[in-house]
């Protein structure tokens, strides 16, 4: 008989939100999603989910009124949705980053160049966990430029668009909307391309280090 498949894992963001705001969580919603990300495709084996969902509030958890309080939090973060994230290591299941409604004005343009920009510091901090430099394979270290490159875009982007200073017609607007969108989508590429190639030589690495043999002195 044919094996029955388990259900997706999924995360309740409207559950998670309400509790990152009742603990006074200074990351939002959508960079700790990329962050965990970021932290899951590490190179690094011993990438801790606990240590990482502590850093969202710089390196201590919040006082929490009770045991139950704490397991809900745990559960929310790291059974729900750092486990659903895991599943973006296959091809077949791509990372896509958040979509947000917002109106095509300035004020717009500013808060999704925002959102992108956040959501990337997330996924490079993750990837990197505190380290100055990383040891990345090729086509993930390739992908990582890429991303920089995004960024900076992005990054000019929300600069012009917070400036009222700056002239902004609506036609101009609806352009530089399109622009950020077709980044969006680059940046979600090279994000899967990072994913996928620095889980491919993690797995080589532990197979390798399980099929080592000791060595006869």
Known sequence: MPQATR???????????????????PVPFHEIRTRFLGSIASPGLSVSPFEVM???????LPEFESLDAVNELIGALINGLWNSLTR?????????LMR???????????????????ELDGFIEGLFGGADELDLPEKASSALDTLGEVRAMIVGVH???????????????TTTMKH????????????????????RARR?????VGTARPTRH
């Open 54 to 60: 502590k850093r969202l509030w710089g390196g201590e």
């Open 88 to 96: 973006h290591q296959k091809r077949s299941e791509p990372f896509r």
């Open 100 to 118: 947000t409604s917002v109106p095509e004005t300035r004020a717009g343009v500013a808060e999704l160049a925002l959102i992108r920009r956040q």
């Open 180 to 199: 950020v969108r077709e980044l969006t989508r680059i940046a979600e590429s090279e994000l899967n391309r990072i994913v996928l190639d620095c889980t």
């Open 7 to 25: 259900p997706p894992i999924t995360a309740d963001e409207k559950t998670i939100k309400t509790l990152l705001a009742a603990h006074a969580c």
């Open 159 to 173: 600069q012009v668009a917070s400036d009222p200073s700056k002239p902004a017609e609506l036609a101009d607007i």
């Open 204 to 208: 080589q690495l532990m197979g390798s």
